[in-house]
């Protein structure tokens, strides 16, 4: 399909990837079943939203908790330019980092990025924060906060807007 074109999106489009957001462990067998197709077509459907773009990819997530990773952070950061080049250089090193799980360029706020950040403890997000993220040329600025509780903790769009 035509990345220009909207893909059109009927109700059973819709009930794929509300099943494949929840439940990305499904069978083809046990989507067709829970959307009410048979697995020829639920398959045809499934690839005709992977090639228009709609379905990215698909992930395992994990429960970093079970992993060590009991620390999440928030970093506000702040630029000491506003370049194209500077930005560019700042996003490339900050992919690099493992313990990086978003990175969003912000407005409304006095800092130009936020992170979210995954580690096992205070020791190790001092580690990362002093050997890492403030070696990246630009960096003027940090503000962490912690995270105590996850309140709401999903990867799923919400699909009710979608007509």
């Known amino acids: ?4 074109k909207l893909h059109k999106l009927d109700r059973t489009d819709r009930h794929i990837l509300d099943q494949l957001q929840r439940h990305g462990e499904l069978s083809n ?8 197709l048979s697995p020829s077509p639920c398959s045809r459907r499934v690839k005709a939203l992977e090639e228009a773009g709609i379905i990215v990819r698909r992930v395992t997530i994990l429960d970093p908790k079970k992993l060590d990773l009991s620390l999440m952070a928030i970093i506000l950061i702040g630029m000491d ?9 700042f996003e490339g090193k900050v992919s690099d980092c493992e313990e990086v799980q978003e990175c969003f360029l912000i407005t ?10 995954v580690v096992p403890d205070m020791d190790h997000y001092h580690d990362f924060l002093l050997n890492k ?3 990246i040329p630009g960096v003027s600025g940090v503000h962490s906060s ?3 509780r996850r309140v709401v903790d999903s990867t799923a769009l919400p699909l009710g807007y979608l007509r």
């Open 1 to 4: 399909m035509n990345d220009k």
């Open 146 to 148: 912690f995270v105590l």
């Open 81 to 89: 330019r506003h370049t194209p080049e500077r930005f560019a250089e």
């Open 29 to 36: 067998q046990e989507l067709a079943e829970r959307v009410g």
């Open 108 to 117: 409304g706020q006095d800092a130009d990025y936020m992170l979210k950040v």
């Open 133 to 135: 993220i403030t070696r």
